[in-house]
């Protein structure tokens, strides 16, 4: 069934606009210390692009492969996880707090990890497709560490 599809696309579409409109590569953000290591900035949109894909894959096959049952516990894992994604750069990027940033980071990747945790159980490559996503989610937490200890502090 395309529906799940469909409607995952639009959240993710919401999600991405949220977090593009957020992101702000401006002054602030250019006079932070970054380690050497940060990819280029051109390289976060496509890797997001790639990460949403999965995402709306996994979420799909998820939702067509489960009963009905479990279709709220899907969907209140997937809102729960796509409002803290647009979160994390809320914080970092328009209230310019990395530091919250990371603390929020964690409950992102708790969200990720239920996610692939609970898919497991309904079908096992809908967890697979999210490995991507949390691995992501995991650089950025470390990188987000790495800006807060070099810029610190943040008021």
């Not at 006079?31 to 894959?57: E, H, M, R, V």
């Not at 603390?103 to 969200?111: G, R």
């Not at 898919?119 to 096992?124: L, P, R, S, W």
Request: proline fraction near 6%.
């Amino acid at each position: 069934m395309w529906i799940p599809y469909a409607v995952t696309t639009m959240a993710m579409v919401l999600v991405a606009v949220t977090g593009m409109l957020a992101t702000d590569i401006g002054e602030w953000y250019r006079n932070l210390i970054k380690p050497s290591w940060q990819p280029p900035d051109w390289l976060f949109g496509p890797a997001w692009t790639t990460i949403y894909i999965c995402i709306i894959a996994s979420v799909g096959m998820a939702w067509n492969r489960s009963p009905a049952n479990l279709h709220a516990s899907i969907i209140a894992l997937v809102v729960v996880n796509f409002v803290l994604n647009m979160l994390w750069s809320v914080l970092f990027f328009k209230l310019r707090r990395p530091d919250w940033a990371l603390i929020e980071v964690v409950f992102l990747w708790l969200s990720v990890l239920s996610l692939i945790v609970f898919f497991k159980g309904v079908h096992a490559l809908s967890s697979w497709l999210l490995l991507p996503y949390i691995l992501w989610v995991s650089f950025a937490a470390f990188l987000t560490l790495t800006i807060v200890r070099l810029n610190k502090p943040f008021t």
